[in-house]
Nanobody, 127 residues
């Protein structure tokens, strides 16, 4: 049974930083690309960042480029999202997800490429 557990969310002020973590179990983590998504109230879920199984390919939404960094530690079965210079518009529930295909050579950037998702962690940025 695949489990993805996010942590690290919270309430911060604009300009602050947070690091989200997603611990995976029930799958051979190092085989799968991973992604971070977010969903704000009344809005559709959108991809924020993604990383390939090897870490050699990454993808970022334009809205977070230069501020967020996705990374992974395959030895710890964990993917991270470092979020700097946070803005109020970053407020959302953040989810991690695992690619549905092993060893995809690039960071999966479309929601329909993912099979498994976590329960999410709330990030609130006050102005």
């Amino acid at each position: 049974q695949v489990q993805l557990v996010e942590s690290g969310g919270g309430l911060v002020q604009a300009g602050d930083s947070l690091r989200l973590s997603c611990a995976a179990s029930g799958l051979t983590f190092s085989f799968y690309g991973m992604g971070w998504f977010r969903q704000a109230p009344g809005k559709e879920r959108e991809i924020v960042a993604a990383i390939s199984w090897s870490g050699g390919s990454t993808y970022y939404a334009d809205s977070v480029k230069g501020r967020f960094t996705v990374s992974r530690d395959n030895a710890k079965n964990t993917v991270y999202l470092q979020m700097n210079s946070l803005k109020p518009e970053d407020t959302a529930v953040y989810y991690c997800a695992a690619d549905g295909t092993v060893h995809r050579p690039y960071a999966p950037r479309n929601l329909n490429l993912y099979n498994y998702g976590g329960q999410g962690t709330q990030v609130t940025v006050s102005s």
